[in-house]
């Protein structure tokens, strides 16, 4: 008894009636509760106390507080109409907590922000789709213009090379003739160095076919010297054509050849002309 | 001031009704606590619009959660109290609620409400005015602290620079004087 007694005077159950208790505590009070009778009626008295101390201390609330305070309880429960009718004048008060209020407000926000950044996202996609294609036609074009330099660059240079043969006092111009036709090519030939070049532009020759090729000979004390294959179909071949250098030469000739060439000519010339 | 007559039903009548949502039963549990909890809560948060939203919250919660009540665990005012208290204490712990009143002091209101409070004639509280007031002012700032202010007694005993154990004492003298009225 003296523990119960002990027990009711260490403030707990006044705890326990005011909520500072922890919920094991809590438990363990209702506990001792139901096992003693004293500790039920003391509970009891400090409930009753503890009440009659939030009766002092009241406050009464309007009648609009008390609308919408029932308004609520029975707009919960599904059915409005008992308490939108009879001595409650007013309206429905529309009940907002002050959190409620809050979050709307700025889950548009969010919402029109989320929009706004998609939007942004598809602009940013689109104008991106637009400049990469642009680079890829500005790459072509640039690799169009490097070929066509490079193009030029070999034409100057076959150019120079060409002037220099015009230029260079050393060089001879042979005009080889046909018998016959109108066949002719113009030859260059320097001999002190030893260069050799054919004048495309005006050459005037028979188209071959796949399988031959004409080629050009120096005779040089009666005997033929292969001075290579005219390739007509040569890719950047320039108006002037340079072939194997020739130190001697009476005479130069062209013979039409199978393709790669011979090592002797195998045909009479095409065109011929003696120094 | 012309009130219109209150419902009242005894606890168990009340609790029935509670249990079967009954229009009655809202207004009945209304008119016999809303005063006394809206008193607690007022206290708590101190702030008319917020104390209104509490006090709304808590008598959702109650006619809500009425089927969780039982008898045995206690009065139906303590019940309900402690839930307007856990809701108010919650409230003012709040993100939005510390925002709002950033700048106000919590201290010095509970006079002032007191002054401006309780016109209404209660023959049941004649004289407890007058034994609250016997209280000894240690007594009171203890039950005010805990009961109005949302404090824990850990929470009391380091405000007020005294221990744990004697805030217990003080708090159960000063209930013992206030269950005199009944005796």
Redesign the interface.
């Known amino acids: 008894m003296e523990d119960i007694k002990a027990y009711i005077?260490?403030?707990?159950l006044?705890?326990y009636?005011?909520?500072?208790l922890s919920a094991e505590e809590r438990a363990d009070v209702?506990a001792m509760a139901?096992k003693y009778p004293e500790v039920k009626a003391e509970?009891?008295?400090?409930?009753?106390?503890?009440?009659?101390?939030?009766?002092?201390?009241?406050?009464?609330?309007g009648?609009d507080?008390?609308n919408?305070?029932?308004n609520?309880?029975?707009t919960?429960?599904g059915d409005d109409r008992?308490?939108t009718k009879g001595h409650y004048g007013q309206p429905e008060t529309p009940?907002h907590?002050?959190?409620g209020q809050?979050t709307p407000t700025t889950s548009v926000f969010y919402k029109y922000a989320f929009a706004a950044s998609l939007l942004l996202l598809c602009l940013c996609g689109g104008a991106l789709a637009i400049v990469s294609k642009r680079l890829q036609s500005a790459n072509q074009q640039l690799v169009t213009y490097q070929l066509q330099n490079q193009k030029f660059s070999k034409q100057v240079k076959y150019m120079d090379q060409e002037i220099s043969v015009f230029r260079d006092p050393s060089f001879q111009f042979i005009k080889l003739k046909g018998n016959t036709s109108s066949n002719s090519l113009t030859v260059a030939w320097s001999p002190k160095r030893k260069k050799v070049m054919v004048d495309m532009t005006s050459a005037a020759l028979p188209a071959t076919d796949k399988n031959h090729q004409y080629q050009l000979w120096a005779i040089a004390n009666g005997k033929p010297v292969d001075l290579g294959m005219i390739d007509a179909t040569k890719a950047d071949s320039a108006d002037m054509m340079e072939m194997k250098p020739a130190e001697q030469a009476q005479a130069f000739a062209v013979t039409l050849e199978p393709k790669g060439g011979s090592a002797k000519p195998t045909t009479p010339p095409l065109v011929i002309a003696s120094l | 001031m012309a009130k219109?007559h209150k419902i009242n039903l005894s606890e168990d009548e009340l609790i029935s009704a509670l249990r079967r949502?009954e229009?009655v039963a809202?207004?009945a549990l209304?008119d016999m606590y809303?005063?006394?909890?809206?008193?607690?809560i007022?206290?708590i948060v101190n702030d008319t619009?917020?104390a209104?939203?509490v006090?709304?919250?808590v008598?959702?919660k109650i006619?809500?959660s009425a089927g969780s009540y039982s008898a045995?665990?206690?009065?139906l005012?303590?019940w309900m109290?402690?839930i307007a208290?856990?809701l108010a204490i919650d409230k003012i712990r709040?993100k939005?609620?510390k925002n709002?009143f950033k700048n106000q002091e919590l201290e010095n209101n509970v006079g002032y409400?007191?002054l401006h409070?309780?016109t209404?004639y209660?023959p049941?509280?004649l004289g407890?005015?007058d034994l609250?007031e016997t209280l000894r002012p240690e007594q009171k700032s203890i039950?005010d602290l805990?009961?109005?202010k949302g404090y824990?007694?850990t929470e009391a005993a380091e405000e007020l620079g005294i221990p744990l154990g004697t805030?217990?004492?003080r708090?159960?003298t000063a209930?013992l004087q206030?269950?005199k009225?009944?005796n």
Do not use: C, P
């Open positions: 005077e260490s403030g707990v006044e705890l009636v005011l909520g500072d209702e139901l509970l009891q008295d400090i409930e009753q106390a503890a009440q009659l101390y939030a009766d002092v201390h009241d406050i009464e609330t009648d507080l008390r919408r305070v029932l609520s309880l029975m919960n429960l008992n308490f009940v907590s002050i959190t809050a | 219109k949502h229009k809202a207004e209304y809303s005063a006394s909890l809206y008193g607690v007022f206290r619009t917020t209104e939203d006090l709304q919250e008598f959702v006619w809500n045995d665990k206690g009065r005012f303590t109290l402690n208290r856990n709040s939005d609620f709002q409400i007191d409070n309780s209404v209660k049941e509280l407890v005015k609250v039950l805990i009961y109005f824990t007694h805030i217990k004492t708090l159960r209930i206030l269950r009225h009944f």
